[in-house]
């Protein structure tokens, strides 16, 4: 989600975006949110898919309040961003519009550039099914709401449940692989809305303990997703 087109300078943004595989190895899938232009903030988390998206449709949700944002695959919880006042306009507060792209992102995507796309198995084709929608409906020029009050948008989650969060725990220790509220390389001080788990900061430091234990890297160069375009979006695809 984005609203890039109405605020260019300060644009708010929520992010699926699919980072391909390695033959082989699993699909890597990776979240991410900007807020007022804030994208000198990278927020990403990364993970593995237990599945293969290309194999069948799988259902991926963001549950995004004036309170909290909650990302899901196949309705279990991924990862959960409450706001916080210190965070001010960096988390996203402005109308945003719902779209898919594909686009070529081979400088960082995979293993840090290492894998480009292949234009010789072109064309690539993305499919969507069962696309659902609840919410406030924004009159771009009058800046006017309508809200979706039918009966069933009852079925929209108001937050993580306790037995959600059990599952939410379980994928990430079993599939996380970065996340920026350890990344000791790019944040010296995490930024002030992450809640450090140490269990994750163990888990992910002996993972990599270049970025997440802070020492030395002595072969090869860091990558960064260069803010030039946004992801995918989608209920089902």
């Given at each position: 989600?984005?609203?890039?087109?109405?605020?260019?300078?300060?644009?708010?943004?929520?992010?699926?975006?699919?980072?391909?595989?390695?033959?082989?190895?699993?699909?890597?899938?990776?979240?991410?949110?900007?807020?007022?232009?804030?994208?000198?903030?990278?927020?990403?988390?990364?993970?593995?898919?237990?599945?293969?998206?290309?194999?069948?449709?799988?259902?991926?949700?963001?549950?995004?309040?004036?309170?909290?944002?909650?990302?899901?695959?196949?309705?279990?919880?991924?990862?959960?961003?409450?706001?916080?006042?210190?965070?001010?306009?960096?988390?996203?507060?402005k109308p945003m519009t719902?779209?898919?792209?594909?686009?070529?992102?081979?400088?960082?995507?995979?293993?840090?550039?290492?894998?480009?796309?292949?234009?010789?198995?072109?064309?690539?084709?993305?499919?969507?099914?069962?696309?659902?929608?609840?919410?406030?409906?924004?009159?771009?020029?009058?800046?006017?709401?309508?809200?979706?009050?039918?009966?069933?948008?009852?079925?929209?989650?108001?937050?993580?449940?306790?037995?959600?969060?059990?599952?939410?725990?379980?994928?990430?220790?079993?599939?996380?692989?970065?996340?920026?509220?350890?990344?000791?390389?790019?944040?010296?001080?995490?930024?002030?809305?992450?809640?450090?788990?140490?269990?994750?900061?163990?888990?992910?430091?002996?993972?990599?303990?270049?970025?997440?234990?802070?020492?030395?890297?002595?072969?090869?160069?860091?990558?960064?997703?260069?803010?030039?375009?946004?992801?995918?979006?989608?209920?089902?695809?």
């Amino acid at each position: 989600m984005s609203n890039g087109d109405m605020f260019q300078n300060n644009h708010d943004e929520i992010d699926f975006e699919f980072l391909g595989n390695i033959r082989g190895k699993d699909w890597r899938i990776q979240t991410n949110v900007y807020g007022n232009g804030s994208t000198s903030i990278g927020r990403e988390e990364r993970y593995g898919l237990w599945f293969d998206p290309a194999e069948d449709f799988h259902q991926y949700s963001i549950l995004w309040t004036d309170s909290q944002i909650i990302f899901y695959v196949d309705n279990v919880p991924i990862r959960e961003i409450k706001r916080t006042e210190s965070m001010g306009g960096d988390f996203p507060s402005k109308p945003m519009t719902l779209y898919a792209t594909i686009w070529d992102a081979s400088d960082w995507a995979t293993n840090g550039g290492k894998y480009r796309v292949n234009y010789k198995y072109a064309p690539y084709v993305a499919e969507f099914s069962d696309l659902v929608l609840h919410g406030c409906a924004v009159d771009p020029i009058e800046h006017e709401a309508k809200c979706d009050n039918a009966q069933t948008s009852k079925a929209v989650p108001t937050g993580v449940t306790p037995a959600q969060r059990i599952k939410m725990e379980n994928f990430r220790k079993k599939h996380m692989t970065y996340s920026y509220c350890y990344d000791k390389v790019r944040y010296k001080v995490p930024p002030t809305e992450c809640v450090i788990n140490p269990q994750e900061a163990e888990r992910l430091r002996k993972f990599d303990p270049v970025t997440f234990g802070g020492g030395r890297r002595r072969h090869g160069k860091r990558h960064y997703r260069s803010r030039g375009s946004q992801a995918e979006e989608a209920a089902a695809f």
